[in-house]
DNA sequence: AATGAATGAGTTTTCATTCAT
DNA sequence: AATGAATGAAAACTCATTCAT
């Protein structure tokens, strides 16, 4: 009754020990996905006892929803920031840079996310249907507009958008493979990833 | 000890139920993932008693191990195909669309992988650090051989494989964000995609 | 119905398939105990499949049973042998000497006697309140009389039994601890327990 | 991770439940050895629930392993308690005497041993080897040296220990058969034993 | 006689969740 | 808020036994 969860005031430490779940969860989730994620190894990570930390928190399912939930803001930011009204290929490569970025400042979120989309989205496909589609047709719309205006040469903008997503998320995503092809010259990979990237998005783009 | 896995002769019921199993834990795994997925799930997808698939296979593990086997021959087929001798762009080109062949052909497979990476690659990093590695540094040094030449434009071939990985497996893995994305449009996705990836990596390489 | 064990007139191969079945048993039951042993193991070390296993017995007991049934008759063979008519030590001591042999021949009917016994003798509990007991108590009945008329020193009989018998198997049934215990000493374990007990005996009994 | 078994710290119930669960798993493995008790069988012999028995124990194997840890020191104490300075034959008769009362009051513990030794001692061959042999071997010598100075007839040591150890064991491990075959005269069978091994003993080791 | 195939009934263990304090 | 204790439901095997040929 008297959950955390559930009273709107929240004390400065519950603030506190809902992020520090949140965290140990994410790197739990995003190692094992969600069935082989236990709530023990969460409480392990968090360094909270198991019942402590379900004072906080309904149960696993409510853990790994809310992370999803902020997910999607994070992880659509560096769409949202894709001005109408700025120089189109500076305005895409810059989007592309961003998304380089978060793969290497936040390749677990990534791979929360890929881990949910994989077994079929179960969790979040209505956000994917909502805010996430909403998105992604205004921006479409926008590529599509520059597309027509010349200013870019002729591109599917939806599959545009898939190969920035893909190109970039697998730096996080796939990271255990791409570091082990590069051997010793992964410690460069998001340098060398950015110049090449930059480079294939130019050319495509150039009208 | 008197497992039909281990005798060396196969009948053809264990031939037969051997696949039978196997395309079922295919399904259930690239679904599901590992943890995720049950003997019980896999069994009751094939039709099969629960102890008569273990009479097959020794645990869930072995036939989890004996997919991903498989599947890194699959896997590097299109990439071992890569001629040496042929036209630089061509090869590249038909390399880029037997990839995503594979993605619209054997999307499971490409999502069995996708989840065992996601992870770590605890069960696999043999075979990437092993075969994977070996066949992508040597086509990489062909691929780096035409960039000197001048075949192609100058790109660093292993960020040039990376971005075709990700570009056509995004279409098999991420394939229920691209077609809620794409609402209506999904239903020629491969074909778009297609001809995006060749226009895309058509204007990379050209020299 | 035409199970072998229950057709009268045996065949030769009938007969030797039988006896390698219960020889199989004989070892596996020694080491692991009954509910520690399996068909599968026994059939493995019998060299058959287990369905041809159970085409002789008709089941996991029966075949515990007919070692139990057989064991009876050779474990009490060197009691019976004791003579009234001997001379009383000499008989006793050849008795000592018969049941040490047997603990060094057949360890494994031995041990597989002490299972028994131990887990409360739930199979031949009859066997051992029958014929063994009636064995008994006409030998100590024998030993009692020598005791009486002073060829021999007074002695409880049962006692004097229970002491032969534990001390002669203990090289049978503790051999692993017997073995660690005496180190290298242990290649002549037999030899020096003969001279050891019947020195032991001899004293006993002497009037 | 969080096992009530790991912490260092117990509370008054983690003990009282340990305790519980230790007298209970004693008695069924003592009756049924390893394999063939369940922890079904445990738990309800402990009055509780199974998996709140492996709150406390980690699996099966961690409750045997630690009744058969304790059990070498209750073991080996009457051994221990051999006092070199003592009267030889009254220090070796009372080791008798306190054997064949460990038969009568812990013949669970007696039978938990002997089972595990029956089948190789795999859990306890350490023990043995270490702890054990270190104790025979230095009792051996004060036994050896007592021989040699003529205060007890001639005797090898290891023998006359493994003498001590079967007879009063017996009583414990093979009560069944014991008791069948005195029948009435059972319910005296520690008093007749302890004379009778003590008459045995005495003669034996008279100089 | 012999064996590959199949299964029901256990048995061990895991784990999310709840209870009591 | 926090935690030790407890549990039901599931999941991964195991194994004696039967079936079909």
Chains 1, 2, 3, 4 share one sequence.
């Not at 009754?1 to 992020?19: D, F, G, Y």
């Not at 590069?182 to 410690?187: D, E, I």
């Amino acid at each position: 009754m008297a959950r955390a969860a559930a009273s709107k005031t929240r004390t400065r430490i519950q603030r506190e020990k809902t992020e520090l779940i949140l965290t140990a969860a994410l790197e739990v989730f995003a190692t094992y996905g969600y069935r082989g994620s236990t709530i023990d190894q969460i409480a392990g990570q968090a360094g909270l006892s198991k019942p402590n930390l379900l004072y906080y928190f309904d149960n696993k399912d409510a853990i790994h929803s809310r992370l999803l939930e902020r997910l999607l803001e994070t992880w659509l930011a560096p769409l949202h920031a894709l001005d109408e009204n700025g120089e189109p290929i500076t305005e895409i490569l810059a989007y592309v840079t961003r998304k380089l970025e978060m793969a290497r400042d936040f390749p677990r979120e990534s791979r929360l996310f890929a881990n949910e989309i994989l077994q079929g989205a179960p969790r979040i496909l209505d956000q994917i249907a909502g805010p996430l589609k909403t998105l992604v047709d205004e921006k479409a719309l926008i590529i599509r507009g520059w597309s027509q205006q010349n200013q870019i040469a002729p591109v599917d903008p939806y599959h545009l958008i898939f190969s920035i997503w893909s190109t970039t998320q697998h730096y996080a995503d796939f990271d255990t493979q791409v570091s082990v092809v590069l051997g010793p010259r992964a410690a460069t990979r998001f340098d060398d990833a950015a110049r090449h990237l930059t480079d294939m998005f130019t050319k495509l783009l150039r009208p």
